[in-house]
């Protein structure tokens, strides 16, 4: 099936220059307009995506997800938009879904199955299990809300399309450390913002859930040492959400 016309792929990026190549290239199998929302790479990223004739427009960071993804909005004219990250890629079956909705009149939002690879691993359960995620919709049915774990808002019905993302994630401990500190003092931030508080007793409960829901309900035990590692790191994580909040609270 022949690309879709009607189509932009928006891709978020900074210092992305490791993947910008691939990311695009695989985008260029649906569509010819790819759109780069930069916030401010200071490696080859932007050289590099134009090189591989994709659209590069800037937007300072100013910690929010959600609006850098609505800043999309303002660069393209097309009825249908698609949101990739830089380190995901579409499969086959995927690549001819896509088209396939793009080249047709429907009015939906379309979730896809994305498969996670992390540290040299693909999980199949916990906290990095498979996950599907809202991409695709009619451009003016949907805005994004919240700075960080964003999420699309759209009245249209939801369909799941064929195929899959695979998303290869961290490469390294350092790099998931690196975006665990970024987000969860985003997250602490916004929520403070708007008037959430804790205490470092539900710090701790909330930590020790989350190492519960990823290792036993969500079966992360399955995975053998990958799925405990991976527990303790959401335990991690969660604890500093709320340690974050926490200190917030404390300064005033």
Request: some cysteine; glycine content about 4%.
């Amino acid at each position: 099936m022949d690309k879709a016309d009607n189509l932009t792929v928006v891709i978020l990026t900074k210092n992305e220059e490791k993947n910008i190549v691939d990311v695009v290239r695989n985008a260029s199998r649906v569509t010819d307009d790819i759109l780069i929302i930069d916030s401010g790479s200071t490696d080859k990223t932007v050289e590099l995506a134009e090189q591989e004739n994709a659209k590069v427009v800037y937007r300072a960071w100013d910690n929010d997800f959600a609006a850098q993804r609505n800043f999309a909005f303002e660069h393209t004219d097309k009825e249908w938009i698609l949101y990739l990250d830089a380190d995901e890629r579409l499969n086959d079956e995927l690549v001819e879904a896509i088209k396939s909705v793009a080249n047709s009149s429907a009015l939906k939002q379309y979730s896809i199955v994305r498969k996670i690879h992390a540290f040299g691993f693909e999980y199949k359960h916990g906290i990095f299990k498979p996950d599907e995620v809202l991409r695709m919709f009619p451009t003016n049915s949907v805005k994004w809300e919240h700075k960080v774990h964003e999420r699309p808002i759209c009245a249209l019905p939801k369909e799941r399309l064929a195929g899959f993302i695979e998303h290869y994630t961290y490469d390294s401990w350092q790099q998931w450390w690196d975006k665990a500190g970024h987000y969860t003092s985003i997250w602490a931030q916004d929520n403070y913002a708007k008037g959430k508080r804790t205490t470092l007793a539900a710090c701790l409960v909330h930590s020790i859930y989350g190492f519960i829901r990823a290792y036993f309900i969500q079966l992360g035990f399955v995975d053998g040492w990958s799925g405990l590692y991976s527990s303790f790191q959401h335990s991690i994580y969660t604890m500093m959400k709320y340690l974050k909040l926490y200190e917030l609270e404390q300064r005033g």
